[in-house]
């Protein structure tokens, strides 16, 4: 499975959009990147997966530069609401299990 | 509702003893994953199973043990249990067996505290 880095938290205000950055060097060629959102004592939902270029759905868009090695979660106007940690996985169809990083804890103030 | 249920929602008990933590996947999925994090902590693979069949181990003690039924609901099974082994236990569900490019579902977890 390939290794994820991303940041350990970052800040917000309400309205704005936030870009959560994972770096993923060792992407494989079968591997899709998937994001998930968790939030205190609940347990993670997925958010958007992705294998290249960029996916949009009504909660957020993922984009994948052509050589793979990183990708951007972008959430558009966030609220007070999208406080929670973000995962980042990269893992590809022949992987049975999912490995979680130590995730993004992402703060949004009024 | 994710459609994955676990029961119960909340569990306080003593060290040395032994509890049954249950899982039933959502309509339609085969394999069930189970994870445990604990407070401030990342979420540690423990053991997965497909339509009845261990297929892949994580981090789990051997005091820990799980199985999967005929009726594809899950259990793990705790015993010896130590003051570090409070924590969150998360119960996934997936269609396939190798199935991480079309994402898990969660259930909403049992908070095991052990005192």
């Known amino acids: 499975l390939a290794k994820t880095t991303q940041p350990i938290s970052m800040d917000s205000y309400e309205g704005q959009e936030v870009n959560i950055t994972c770096s993923h060097n060792?992407?494989?060629?079968?591997?899709?990147i998937t994001w998930y959102q968790q939030f205190p004592s609940q347990g993670p939902r997925f958010i958007i997966q992705?294998?290249?270029t960029k996916v949009t759905n009504e909660v957020a868009s993922l984009f994948i530069p052509a050589d793979r090695k990183s990708s951007t979660l972008s959430l558009p106007r966030v609220s007070l609401s999208d406080t929670a940690v973000y995962y980042c996985?990269?893992?590809?169809?022949?992987?049975?299990?999912?490995?979680f990083g130590s995730g993004t804890r992402l703060s949004i103030r009024p | 509702d994710s459609g994955v249920t676990q029961t119960p929602k909340h569990l306080i008990t003593a060290t040395g003893q032994r509890v049954t933590l249950r899982c039933s996947p959502r309509?339609?999925?085969?394999?069930v994953y189970w994870y445990q994090q604990s407070l401030d902590q990342g979420l540690q693979f423990l053991i997965q199973?497909?339509?009845?069949?261990?297929?892949a181990k994580g981090n789990i003690l051997e005091r820990f043990s799980a199985q999967q039924f005929p009726d594809l609901h899950s259990e793990l099974n705790l015993s010896s249990l130590e003051l570090g082994d409070s924590a969150l236990y998360f119960c996934?569900?997936?269609?396939?067996?190798?199935?991480?490019?079309?994402?898990?579902?969660f259930g909403s977890g049992t908070r095991l505290t052990v005192v």
């Open positions: 199973y497909y339509n009845g069949e261990e297929r």
């Open positions: 992705g294998y290249k």
């Open positions: 996934a569900s997936s269609v396939f067996d190798k199935s991480s490019n079309y994402g898990y579902t």
């Open positions: 060792n992407i494989a060629t079968n591997d899709y």
């Open positions: 309509s339609g999925d085969l394999s």
């Open positions: 996985l990269v893992a590809g169809s022949s992987a049975s299990k999912i490995i």
